[in-house]
């Protein structure tokens, strides 16, 4: 082992208040590392809406939310529909008042050669991951203009730093997102929107071990600095700051959570 921990609690680390007075929205919000940043939210003080296509998912994490003393707004939405995210906002908003926080955490990959994807494999990854950034950004920024500005998080990947041999069409939809938060943060600034990219690594969830078949192959540690996979968890403080008061002059910026495994892509690698 090289000396890396798993990250401790957010609850250890912020104080408890940390957002308190805001309302975050996060979509892929019933698993993962979705939910770990939906109840790290509550945790901080903020009310919490969670969006996914799967209601029976996010039940449980908006009854977490309210045991947790928070309001919470569970919706379902397929993001990669324009009108579904526009009434997902508005719900939000109905039940919750006006959204400060979102967290753009929908995503889909699957693995497969190239040059057997097909067209509607390719919409479906790059249409979940990037339109559904971009639509989810765009209504909830509209309102967020309205409203005197807020904070826009995208969860991006490392695969889009390097090649993504046999999962392109994620690599190139989790591209797209940085540069995406990159051309809204300098946009949406004058209006008090700071927009940036929190890009993990080889994390384990579900939908991980859905996209390859199984667990994680333990070659792939020989690519790991920190000689372990990443646990959903360890988004979840970087994602907190970015939320908070304390990145109020951060934004269009891009952060690892990756245990190293950039580093080995180096030369020196």
């Avoid at 250890?12 to 590392?33: R, S």
């Avoid at 379902?76 to 039940?95: F, H, L, P, S």
Wanted: proline share 4%; with cysteine.
């Amino acid at each position: 082992m090289t000396g890396f921990d798993p990250t401790p609690p957010s609850t250890d680390v912020f104080a408890a208040d940390l957002l308190a007075g805001e309302t975050a929205l996060i979509t892929g919000g019933g698993t993962g590392i979705g939910e770990e940043i939906a109840l790290a939210m509550a945790d901080h003080g903020a009310d919490v809406a969670v969006a996914s296509r799967n209601m029976d998912h996010l039940e449980p994490v908006a009854e977490a939310v309210e045991e947790r003393g928070q309001n919470a707004c569970a919706t379902t939405v397929d993001v990669r529909d324009e009108d579904e995210v526009d009434a997902m906002t508005e719900t939000v908003i109905d039940e919750l008042g006006a959204v400060t926080i979102l967290v753009n955490n929908a995503g889909a990959n699957f693995i497969t050669p190239t040059e057997e994807l097909s067209a509607n494999g390719w919409r479906s990854v790059v249409g979940t991951i990037l339109d559904g950034t971009a639509y989810c950004s765009f209504s909830v920024g509209e309102h967020m203009i309205e409203n005197g500005g807020g904070s826009i998080i995208s969860m991006g990947a490392t695969n889009s730093e390097f090649g993504a041999p046999y999962h392109a069409h994620s690599g190139a939809g989790k591209a797209g997102v940085h540069n995406l938060m990159q051309s809204l943060a300098s946009e949406w600034a004058k209006f008090g929107i700071r927009a940036n990219t929190v890009a993990p690594g080889i994390i384990e969830t579900e939908g991980i071990a859905s996209a390859v078949g199984g667990s994680l192959p333990e070659q792939l540690l020989e690519d790991l600095a920190a000689d372990r996979f990443g646990d959903p968890a360890d988004c979840v403080p970087l994602v907190l700051f970015l939320a908070s008061p304390a990145a109020n002059y951060v934004t269009g910026s891009y952060y690892v959570v990756d245990g190293g495994h950039l580093l080995h892509q180096s030369p020196m690698g």
